[in-house]
């Protein structure tokens, strides 16, 4: 009886170790976990952050843009259709004559060669 009463004590201690052991891992594991849940958490808040920044931006591009198209519209408003002649297919009309006095060009003489002279490059 006593050779069984110390493999029973034996397998108890070594149930103990094991038990013991997967505690240790799982108080492991929860600390492993809890970090991994608070550096997710410190991303979460900082996309947050940049979320509303980025809404900001938004509102103030969309604002500007807004601005910009009130300006071009008012411009070609004021453009109003159609002024000024424009381009007329058919027959084309007569350039404008320019209020400036013709100035007149004077015609060089032909520059005559002598193939008797020697020749050279001119660089």
Do not use: W
Request: glycine share 4%; net charge negative.
């Amino acid at each position: 009886m006593a050779g069984k009463q110390d493999e029973d004590t034996k397998l108890l201690l070594e149930q103990v170790q094991k038990l013991e052991l997967m505690e240790r891992r799982t108080k492991e594991l929860v600390e492993q976990r809890r970090l991994e849940r608070q550096c997710l958490e410190m991303e979460c808040i900082k996309m947050e952050k940049q979320k509303k920044y980025l809404s900001e931006m938004l509102k103030e591009t969309e604002a500007a843009n807004e601005e910009y198209m009130k300006e071009e519209a008012s411009k070609e408003a004021s453009r109003a259709p159609f002024q000024g002649t424009g381009n007329v297919l058919g027959a084309p009309s007569p350039a404008p004559r320019s209020s400036l006095p013709r100035v007149n060009v004077v015609q060089p003489k032909p520059v005559e060669v002598d193939q008797s002279e020697p020749k050279g490059n001119i660089q």
